[in-house]
């Protein structure tokens, strides 16, 4: 038996007609990275005469890479809810890097150890950035960029203004190719793949987006907010903690700058990656475009031997562009 | 219309969508009369104020004041000009403002050189007057006061005469914030208004005050006035029987088993906070519900219980309690989800395999409940925004029901739910209940709590009173909400 409804036919079917479209172009600003990026990529080597696709292809990558891994940590603060940034990053990326590399002496076989005490600096990172927001009730800008100096600090009376070397063999991995191909992206992009099954298809993840869109109601169904969002400060801590990691082996060394850029890139390449700052949404794999879509627009910038400045403008005006065209999603 | 009645209003009607907020209301107010408007909530009393004050406007009905006739849109300032005044419940002054400056944005004529001055003497001897001795310095920011001094503020500032007349005020449940000494100096000076000729119109729960004060009393049952008469000779049951003079067809009492074992297995043991508040339990199986004016703790209490059930479970993961929120839109959906992606979230770690949750098990749990609710919708991966608000209401029920939890607390979830639904959602919790599960409901309206084995009447954040069975009567909940004497 059914019972009538009491909304009216007439009223209902449009609302439900535009709301069908919002759906299926949900996720379509994450492909619009990969769109551009594209579109980059060919006119960068259009305009070498044709030459090295491959070259610029992969040096793409392998900075994007490091965009992709912070991107994604941010991605699941942002995603816990409105207001929830991490600015901490560059410093985590900093301090584990200099603690990590600090500890190892450039020597391969402490290589492991290494890694997991970056993993370890950046997991406390995260808990002390929630910590200052849940305990004090600061606003999390505020909170982790408070701890950013502290952080910072820390790195600088740890390591000086020296630049500490990586050990060998991390340098090797950064840059190792297999057959030709880089094998540091694909573990990256092992990662996405891993973080997309992750935020649709477990518990954590579901958890994640319910507390993002609804702090209120995901309490009354039973979830565990304050954990869930702790859990995703301490996982953004350690991407930080592992693109230092990673970037001082590339770089050849942990300096105090080496976070600089991230803070601005790790933000931009999750709202172009197709998710809303309003939370609630996740997108791993439109991460990949956006970074790739920031790394080949430096490149080109650069084949055109513009300076820095003219490049970070020109790079700004194309974000603010690719975002107001972009469809809008229901969370906006 | 009576020739020389102050206010007129004949026939007013006023709907909200598919709700008649008023359904042809007849309401006169004589020259300085002070007229009781009584009721349970969205009985209808605050959108008649409104109409009155300018601040909604009616769908029909003729309107006349001090003898003229109202046509079309009446503004605030309107009845400002016409004399008519408000003292509103959420009080009306700008917090970041003093005193005389709140005095000032009533009257437009105070302006020029040493208008502080003349506010500040109208606002001064306005407060001597009704409240002697209340030592409120005129000096401060509204923010800065205590509330009672807010509310006599508000209250004195509603009384006081530059260029309009006065000729009659509004007075929203005025002595909510009100000390003792406060409440007596107030009544007194309504009275001495009234001998002045200026009339009032007193809304009010405390029922004492009503009689105290009123010339006559005005009862108001959904939408319509149901009976008014002098208040002389009236006592305080007499006025919970006015109002609960319409009678709403009761469900034949359920014939329960008693087979509960009153202190074992309870679900719920909650002592009181005090002497004056009842301890609550609850049985497996049982539905109680939470009854009496709305915002006198059931939510809060509500809350409480559902958080120490939360604690108390086990399994973190699989809570022994559930939570139907009445407030969809802020507490209840997730907007930019699916109805399936909805209807799971409080069922999750069941629906996993191994770490990650199965497709599978979760469209057999959806498509079970979607038939079950009877959800009209061809997909359950359609957003959940595409249903009407009843339907989703159906997807929040389905989200608790499908969980573990040994008890569902509902909070007033048919808010804004059309009959048909109701009706089926009704079945269905008497349903679980009888498979074993507790419910514990608290409902505005008077008549869903007929569904339940036992109420807990509410009033100023405690239980006060406890109904079973065939005690289950309007009267009796009507008399408990108001504080009004039982007698059975």
Redesign the interface.
Known sequence: MIVPDTVPRGTGQPLKGSLKILSRLRGARGALGFAVAALLWIATFAYAGGQGAGATLSTALAFAAFGVIVGTGQMLVIASGSGNFDLSIPSVMTLAAYISMGLMHGQDYRLAGGFAVALAVGAVAGALNFLAIAALRLPPMIATLAWSFVFQSLAMNLGGEATIKPPALLSEFTVFRLGGVQVMPLFVMAMTAVMAVVVKRTVFGRHLLAIGQSERGARLAGIHVTRVRLYSYMLCGIAAAVAGFLLSGFTGGAALNMGDTYMMESVAVVVLGGASVAGGEANPIGIWGAALFFNLLAILLNTFGLDAGVRLLLTGIMVVLIVAVAPRTAGD | MVPGDLIAMDSIRKAFG?VHALAGVDFHVDRGEVVGLIGHNGAGKSTLMNVLFGTTQRDSGRFHIAGREIAGAFTPHQAHEAGIRCVFQELSLCENLDVVENTRILHRSLQGIGWRRRARRLIADQLDAIFPGHGIALKARIADLPIGARQMVEIARAFTVTDAPLRCVILDEPTSSLGHEATRQFLAFVRQAAGQGVAAIVISHRLDEILNVCDRVVVMVDGRVVAQQRSEGLTRPDLVAMMGSIEVPRAVAKARDGSHDQTRDRVIDAPGRDAHDLPIHLAPGEIIGFAGLDGHGQRERMRAL?HAG?KASRD??R?A???V?GDRQ?????????IA?NLT??T??SL?RG???S?AASRSLVEGWMARM?V?TDSAD??I??L????QQKVLFA?ALA?DARTVFLDDPMRGV?V??K??VYRLIRAEAAQGRSFVWYATELDELTNCDRIYVFREGRAVEHLEGTDIRQDRILAASFGGMVNA
Not at chain 2, 330 to 338: A, K, Y
Not at chain 2, 388 to 391: A, D, K, L, R, V
């Open positions: 598919a559902f939360l973190r993961h809570p309690v559930a939570y929120a802020t507490e209840g959906v997730f907007r930019i989800w699916s992606d979230i409080g999750l770690p996993c770490p990650l949750i497709a009877k009209k359609r957003p925004l595409s009407s608000g009843g339907n989200r969980s059309d048909g639904t009706v089926e």
